[in-house]
C-alpha cells in the first residue's frame, strides 16, 4: 500500500550501489545530521511520523512497531495493510511526545519528525538510538527510503521500492508529456492562502504531472503565506 500511495514519486538518482549490507553495530547519518549507531538489527520500533510508518509497513515491518503516532485511526492505509497498529500506544504529534510512554515500550530504535529536534538532549539521554527523518521533497522522500531500509535490515526492499516507484513516475511522465501544461496553485489543507514551496513533495507532484507551481520561486520556506 505504501508503495502505491508513492506512485507519483520521482526517483532521479542511480540506487544500483547505494544499499550497502553493513553488519550490525552500524554507524549512520540521519536527516537533519546526526551521527547515530544502531547496535542491533531493531525488533521494537516506535514510529512517531506517520510517514515513517507507513514505510515500515512496506518493509515488511509492521510486527515489529510497537508504539506509533497520534490519531492512526484516521490513515486509511492502516486499516487496509496494518490494522494491528491501530491498537498501538499513540505518542504524539510533529509537535509533541511522550517521552514517558516511549520508555514504557522499551524501544531499541525511534523515528521522529524532524520538526521534533527540540526533544534531541532529551531523548538522547535515554541512551536509545534515534532517527530523524524529514522527507519534505522527492528526493528526501528517497532519502528516507534508503535510511530505514538500511537500519532495519531490509536493504533489498528499499532498493525494489525506489526502482518500483522510477518505473511507475516515468509511465506516468510519458502519458503526460503531450498534455498542454498548466499552472498550479496548491492551498494548504490548514488555510487555502498557504500554498507549497519549491522544497515540498507536493512540488514534485505537481511537476510530474507536466504542470508549473506558481510558487516554485519560493525557496526560503516550506509553506508560504500568501
Request: charged share 25%; aromatic share 6%.
Amino acid at each position: 500500500c505504501f508503495i502505491l500511495c508513492l506512485s507519483l514519486v520521482g526517483c532521479k538518482q542511480d540506487n544500483s550501489n547505494i544499499f550497502n549490507n553493513d553488519s550490525y553495530p552500524m554507524t549512520i547519518t540521519d536527516q537533519i545530521g546526526r551521527t547515530v549507531t544502531i547496535e542491533k538489527e531493531p525488533e521494537r520500533i516506535i514510529s512517531g511520523y506517520y510517514i515513517s510508518t507507513s514505510l515500515l509497513i512496506g518493509l515488511g515491518e509492521k510486527d515489529n512497531i510497537v508504539g506509533v503516532e497520534n490519531q492512526a485511526d484516521k490513515r486509511e492505509i492502516y486499516h487496509l495493510s496494518a490494522p494491528e497498529l491501530l491498537q498501538l500506544d499513540g505518542l504524539g504529534t510533529v509537535k509533541t511526545f511522550d517521552l514517558e510512554k516511549a520508555i514504557s515500550l522499551n524501544p531499541d530504535l525511534i523515528i521522529l519528525p524532524f520538526k521534533l529536534k527540540s526533544i534531541e538532549e532529551s531523548i538522547e539521554q535515554l541512551g536509545i538510538p534515534v532517527i530523524y527523518v524529514m522527507p519534505e521533497s522527492e528526493e528526501l522522500l528517497n532519502e528516507m527510503i534508503e535510511l530505514i531500509a538500511k537500519v532495519t535490515n531490509n536493504n533489498e526492499k528499499g532498493k525494489q521500492m525506489l526502482e518500483y516507484i522510477d518505473k511507475h513516475v516515468n509511465i506516468m511522465k510519458e502519458s503526460v508529456k503531450e498534455c498542454e501544461d498548466v499552472n498550479v496553485y496548491l492551498g494548504g489543507n490548514s488555510s487555502l492562502l498557504m500554498t507549497c514551496s519549491s522544497l515540498m513533495y507536493q512540488n514534485s507532484l505537481i511537476e510530474n504531472a507536466n504542470a508549473n507551481n506558481v510558487a516554485s520561486s519560493l525557496e526560503d520556506t516550506y509553506w508560504a503565506e500568501v
